[in-house]
């Protein structure tokens, strides 16, 4: 059993970065895919950034894409998302995710385990 804990949420003004940390523990991740999602009130839950543990293959959504950095300390058994830019349109709650099939998943319904969230709102 895999358990996820988000951290590294909060306020930010626009234009202003986070990090987002994403701690797993009960189980070697080895040879599985991590992602991040994030939901805005009112909205479907949607795929933000994805790594693969083993060889770091990442795979980014366009809205992300040369904003947002994913990442994975081994040694830390933590998956990172680096948010730099920030704009109001990415206030949402984030939530990491674990996929024990599949290389890289761009869909939630792909994923097996999830952490419990974390909130990101950014002020213009």
């Known amino acids: 059993q895999v358990q996820l804990v988000e951290s590294g949420g909060g306020l930010v003004q626009a234009g202003g970065s986070l990090r987002l940390s994403c701690a797993a523990s009960?189980?070697?991740?080895?040879?599985?895919?991590m992602g991040w999602f994030r939901q805005a009130p009112g909205k479907e839950r949607e795929f933000v950034a994805a790594?693969?543990?083993?060889?770091?293959?990442?795979r980014y959504a366009d809205s992300g894409k040369g904003r947002f950095t994913i990442s994975r300390d081994n040694t830390k058994n933590t998956v990172y998302l680096q948010m730099n830019s920030l704009n109001p349109e990415d206030t949402a709650v984030y939530y990491c995710?674990?996929?024990?099939?599949?290389?890289?998943?761009?869909?939630?319904?792909?994923?097996?385990?999830w952490g419990q969230g974390t909130q990101v709102t950014v002020s213009s």
């Open positions: 009960g189980r070697t991740l080895s040879g599985h895919a």
């Open positions: 790594i693969r543990w083993r060889n770091i293959s990442t």
């Open positions: 995710a674990a996929a024990l099939d599949g290389y890289l998943p761009g869909t939630k319904d792909d994923y097996d385990v």
